[in-house]
């Protein structure tokens, strides 16, 4: 994990570096579904390719009949994003996209029991666990401003689909 996130902020780097002299752009921007939320940073070669890497954080508790489970979990994953450009009278310019890449997820699940549901001494129990996926989507951008677009995507990551919304910042 500490080797994905190194090598991820280290292409970033040379990307920043590359970027201050090319004048291409940077972008970072917000992303959110039904039960994560994230952070992610790009860089933009041309109008049409770009690369993108991404963190998202869950947590989750479900109580039932005495018994809690809190799960965790953390996301972080690297993408490759290809736009197709599209114009429509009277409709403010956007593109539709398609991703593909890599996420490396771990998870953290506790379990408690008290003792009035196992009468006996309360149950505590975690498992940790971490799987690496291919990560695949699609969706659509909305240039909002300048500087800001709007972004509505589908991931599919191994059986898990995830529909989330995101506001990007190019810079």
Same mark, same amino acid.
């Given at each position: 994990?500490?080797?994905?996130? %190194?090598?991820?902020?280290l292409c970033?780097?040379?990307?920043?570096?590359?970027?201050?002299?090319?004048?291409?752009?940077?972008?970072?921007?917000v992303?959110?579904?039904?039960d994560?939320?994230?952070?992610?940073?790009?860089?933009t070669?041309?109008?049409r390719? $770009?690369?993108?890497?991404h963190?998202?954080?869950?947590?989750?508790?479900?109580?039932?009949?005495?018994?809690?489970?809190?799960?965790s979990?953390t996301g972080?994953?690297?993408?490759?994003?290809?736009?197709?450009?599209?114009?429509?009278?009277n409709?403010?310019?956007?593109?539709?996209?398609l991703?593909?890449?890599?996420?490396?997820?771990?998870s953290?699940?506790?379990?408690?029991?008290?003792?009035t549901?196992?009468?006996?001494?309360p149950?505590?129990?975690t498992?940790?666990? $971490?799987?690496?996926?291919?990560?695949?989507?699609g969706?659509?951008?909305?240039?909002? %401003?300048?500087?800001?677009?709007?972004?509505?995507g589908?991931?599919?990551?191994?059986?898990?689909?995830?529909?989330?919304l995101?506001?990007?910042?190019?810079?």
């Amino acid at each position: 994990m500490k080797r994905i996130l %190194a090598s991820i902020l280290l292409c970033l780097l040379i990307l920043l570096i590359y970027t201050r002299a090319s004048a291409e752009p940077l972008y970072a921007g917000v992303q959110i579904d039904d039960d994560s939320a994230g952070v992610l940073f790009g860089y933009t070669m041309d109008k049409r390719y $770009s690369i993108e890497a991404h963190y998202t954080k869950s947590n989750s508790s479900i109580s039932h009949a005495g018994v809690t489970v809190d799960t965790s979990s953390t996301g972080v994953g690297i993408v490759g994003i290809a736009r197709f450009p599209m114009k429509l009278s009277n409709v403010l310019p956007y593109s539709l996209f398609l991703k593909g890449g890599y996420q490396h997820t771990s998870s953290s699940e506790t379990c408690s029991i008290p003792s009035t549901a196992t009468l006996t001494l309360p149950y505590n129990n975690t498992i940790d666990s $971490s799987k690496n996926q291919a990560l695949f989507g699609g969706g659509a951008e909305l240039d909002l %401003a300048k500087n800001l677009t709007g972004r509505l995507g589908l991931d599919f990551l191994g059986e898990q689909r995830s529909l989330y919304l995101a506001a990007i910042y190019s810079f």
